[in-house]
T-cell receptor, first 113, second 113 residues
Framework: EAGVAQSPRYKIIEKRQSVAFWCNPI?????LYWYQQILGQGPKLLIQ????????DSQLPKDRFSAERLKGVDSTLKIQPAKLEDSAVYLC???????????FGAGTRLSVL | DQQVKQNSPSLSVQEGRISILNCDYT??????FLWYKKYPAEGPTFLIS?????DKNEDGRFTVFLNKSAKHLSLHIVPSQPGDSAVYFC????????????FGSGTRLLVRP
């Protein structure tokens, strides 16, 4: 069974530029999550989708971050404009349902210079 | 404020000995706890979980203990192997309807041959 796919693996941008990350969850998984992991910290949930609806985006900085999950399958996370403090690993995870174990992708490491 | 705390950033253990990783939480309403393991350049992978109706759960070399009165859980690895060297994250499932995971900051385990 294929795991959670994320791209790109690495991205380097300058502050105020825009960036987008892509995630393809495990087939059939209804719930999709985006996490931000800053160096030395644990993953922090940014947004959670159930199919193509948003369940929780309480920790998403909505002035600069946006995410969508069209058709309830793959998802994109965008940052516009990026700040230095956005440097982190962005992890995508999926699960069959909200109470199930979450499976993580390898993440996208973002460096904002 | 951190709801899940892992106060030891790192731990070094000799191969064959026991590794004990600790985790504290603040909210007595949390009822489900998980441990994830993370290797460099990979996403976290689920290791073991425990429900608050239990005080112990075992899976091979891995055992998780839960002390609800102390709001404390620990992960025991016996015997430790060099391949266990990784970052271990403690997490709890939130009590709101999203069931989102709340992670600790992680403990880096090094098992010396």
């Amino acid at each position: 069974e294929a795991g959670v796919a994320q791209s790109p693996r690495y991205k380097i941008i300058e502050k105020r530029q825009s960036v987008a990350f892509w995630c393809n969850p495990i087939s059939g998984h209804a719930t999709l999550y985006w996490y931000q992991q800053i160096l030395g910290q644990g993953p922090k949930l940014l947004i959670q989708f159930q199919n193509n609806g948003v369940v929780d985006d309480s920790q998403l900085p909505k002035d600069r971050f946006s995410a969508e999950r069209l058709k309830g399958v793959d998802s994109t996370l965008k940052i516009q404009p990026a700040k230095l403090e956005d440097s982190a690993v962005y992890l995508c995870a999926s699960s069959p349902g909200q109470k199930n174990i979450q499976y993580f992708g390898a993440g996208t490491r973002l460096s904002v210079l | 404020d951190q709801q899940v705390k892992q106060n030891s950033p790192s731990l070094s253990v000799q191969e064959g000995r026991i590794s004990i990783l600790n985790c504290d939480y603040t909210n007595s309403m949390f009822d489900y706890f998980l441990w994830y393991k993370k290797y460099p350049a990979e996403g976290p992978t689920f290791l073991i979980s425990i429900s608050s109706i239990k005080d112990k759960n075992e899976d091979g070399r891995f055992t998780v203990f839960l002390n609800k009165s102390a709001k404390h859980l620990s992960l025991h690895i016996v015997p430790s192997q060099p391949g266990d060297s990784a970052v271990y994250f403690c997490a709890t499932r939130g009590v709101d309807s999203s069931y989102k995971l709340i992670f600790g900051s992680g403990t880096r385990l090094l098992v010396r041959p």
